[in-house]
Nanobody, 121 residues
Framework: QVQLVESGGGLVQPGGSLRVSCTAS????????MSWVRQVPGKGLEWVSG????????YIADSVKGRFAISRDNAKNTLYLQMNSLTPEDTALYYC??????????????WGQGTQVTVSS
């Protein structure tokens, strides 16, 4: 079965950097677009960034543009989110999600369990 496992979250000071990863199994990873989505307790889901199946097209939310970067390594079945210049407003549970097709415009049908990122001094 499809499994998505996030890792790399933790506590970081404001202005710091962190890279979270999502390792996939049970699927042909390079056939699917992927996205990162985050959730703050008590608030809804916020889409952060998406990438198509080859990595050629990448999309980023305005709230993190210029600070976050998405990438993928299809040979390693792994999705990444590099987060720089972190602020307390970036504190959230970060999920990776698989699109049901090659582009980010497909529905998202599988989700990981999330990795917590906390930005605090």
């Amino acid at each position: 079965q499809v499994q998505l496992v996030e890792s790399g979250g933790g506590l970081v000071q404001p202005g710091g950097s962190l890279r979270v990863s999502c390792t996939a199994s049970g699927l042909t990873f390079g056939s699917y677009a992927m996205s990162w989505v985050r959730q703050v307790p008590g608030k809804g889901l916020e889409w952060v960034s998406g990438i198509d199946h080859t990595g050629s097209n990448r999309y980023i939310a305005d709230s993190v543009k210029g600070r976050f970067a998405i990438s993928r390594d299809n040979a390693k079945n792994t999705l990444y989110l590099q987060m720089n210049s972190l602020t307390p407003e970036d504190t959230a549970l970060y999920y990776c999600s698989r699109a049901s097709g090659a582009t980010v415009y497909h529905e998202y049908d599988y989700w990981g369990q999330g990795t917590q990122v906390t930005v605090s001094s």
